[in-house]
């Protein structure tokens, strides 16, 4: 039997009120990473599960083609055709417990008879599905229990006035290699890793890091090389602008090397004395600096690595990543903080915890906001050549990778997925919000260039 990422269990059938209750499970897990695909909850899902569990002649069958079912933009305007509602009930469980993971046998994501072995521990959750015509509901009996192939489509709780706001992830406008390969000058991994990547404040510029230190900024208008710039100098792994201008400083933000900043005018187009730049990220004016503290904790600073004062972040007491792990908003009033699973909500004035966004991974490693902090995008922490997970749908004949994804803040709902088949590290979304650049983190596959994508914002 094929594994399946979700079941689902017919619990109750009216057909005169076009209603079907169902439990829908999570039935694959990555045990060594603590991970899992969401419980979903939206219509284009369940518009997915009818058509694949019904059979060949069944209504649905006959009204959506294949090729629809697996198109997302197809699904965004079409689902209201096929779910009218999806509403959840008492008792969901939306993460697997962390000991649950040590108590799933090897065989627990296959169908046996009538349900799956543990199946109470499994991320969970019920759902009355009402549908516009019960003639979708043809194939469906209570105590119906099915696995399935189908995943969340990119649209999730996208609504219509978040659209204009949001980076199209379907076809990057733009993709930069910013360090072709050069399998002389680096490491085993015979590629450039991509660092750092960082909007000047008036979104002129789109400068981007490797880990040995090399330089390459892009004007985003047409996405065109303006300098490519080496400092010589180990350890150089921070990069952060100048406040209103156009000078980019980069720094031992950790003390390793104990390198001289370094720093370029893009005006000047030559090298000029550094500025101090405290801290790791700044917010939009340099009102706010930060670094990063023992057992997740934020440092704010005004001088380099001498915290003024240290702000606890979440319960989970892993280590904050790099610099990539915290975002600001443009009016400085809310700070997004990577830890682990969870991206906290923060009063960098006060410290206080305003809210926290779950994403179903086990760690996450980089976050962006919209200038207005109403939209953030998260990635999962990757490393070169680790395995991909969360799965996303097969893009362009090639396994996906942890993608970005997109968020609503006022309600911490999920809103897209890329489907590009990318291991995502650095984000960085424009100051003007017109948009999102992600840095792949290391190669799928050894054919794969690392490159820089870049996602346009409708506005």
């Not at 058509?51 to 959506?64: C, F, L, Q, V, Y």
């Not at 979708?136 to 995943?151: M, N, Q, T």
């Not at 779950?358 to 490393?383: K, Q």
């Not at 968020?407 to 999102?436: F, K």
Request: net charge negative; charged share 25%.
């Amino acid at each position: 039997m094929l594994t399946d990422d979700y079941g689902i269990r017919v619990l109750d059938l009216d057909r005169a009120e076009r209603r079907v209750r169902a439990r829908v499970f999570v039935v694959r897990y990555d045990i060594e990473r603590r991970s899992h695909p969401p419980v979903p909850s939206e219509a284009a899902f369940f518009v997915r599960l009818l058509w694949e569990t019904a059979a060949d002649g069944d209504p649905i069958r006959e009204e959506i083609s294949a090729a629809r079912i697996r198109d997302d933009a197809w699904l965004e305007q079409n689902s209201q055709w096929f779910v009218e509602r999806v509403e959840g009930r008492d008792g969901h469980k939306e993460q697997l417990d962390g000991g649950d993971y040590g108590l799933l046998d090897g065989d627990y994501h296959y169908q046996r008879g009538d349900g799956w072995s543990g199946e109470f521990r499994f991320a969970q959750g019920d759902f009355d599905i009402r549908v516009p015509d019960p003639r979708w509901l043809h194939h469906l009996e209570p105590g119906l229990v099915l696995g399935s192939a189908s995943r969340d489509a990119a649209t999730e709780h996208l609504r219509p006035e978040d659209v204009p706001h949001l980076p199209d992830l379907r076809s990057p406008v733009a993709t930069l290699t910013p360090f072709p390969e050069e399998p002389d000058e680096y490491d085993e991994l015979e590629e450039p890793v991509l660092d750092r990547l960082v909007f000047s404040d008036d979104s002129r510029y789109l400068a981007v890091t490797s880990e040995d230190g090399g330089l390459v900024v892009y004007e985003t208008d047409g996405w065109t090389e303006r300098a490519r710039v080496h400092p010589g100098r180990d350890g150089l792994d921070n990069a952060m602008w100048v406040p209103g201008e156009h000078v980019i400083v980069l720094t031992d933000a950790y003390g390793i090397h104990d390198a001289e900043p370094w720093a370029y005018d893009m005006d000047a187009g030559a090298e000029v004395p550094a500025p101090q730049q405290a801290g790791h990220v700044r917010s939009r004016t340099g009102r706010y600096r930060v670094e990063f503290g023992e057992d997740g904790t934020v440092a704010f600073v005004t001088a380099p690595r001498t915290p003024d004062r240290t702000v606890p972040v979440g319960p989970d007491d892993d280590s904050l990543l790099s610099a990539d792990a915290v975002a600001f908003d443009a009016a400085e009033s809310r700070m997004f903080v990577c830890q682990g699973p969870n991206v906290y909500v923060l009063d960098p004035a006060t410290g206080r915890a305003l809210d926290t966004i779950t994403a179903g991974v086990r760690r996450l490693g980089s976050v962006a906001a919209s200038p207005d902090g109403a939209y953030i995008a998260t990635a999962p922490h990757t490393w070169p050549g680790m395995a991909p997970w969360p799965a996303r749908p097969e893009a362009e004949g090639r396994e996906a990778g942890d993608e970005p994804s997109i968020w609503r803040v006022a309600d911490g709902r999920p809103l897209l997925h890329c489907r590009l088949g990318l291991n995502i590290g650095a984000l960085a979304w424009s100051p003007n919000g017109r948009w999102l650049a992600a840095n792949t983190d290391g190669p799928l596959h050894p054919s794969d260039p690392v490159q820089t994508y870049v996602f346009r914002v409708p506005g």
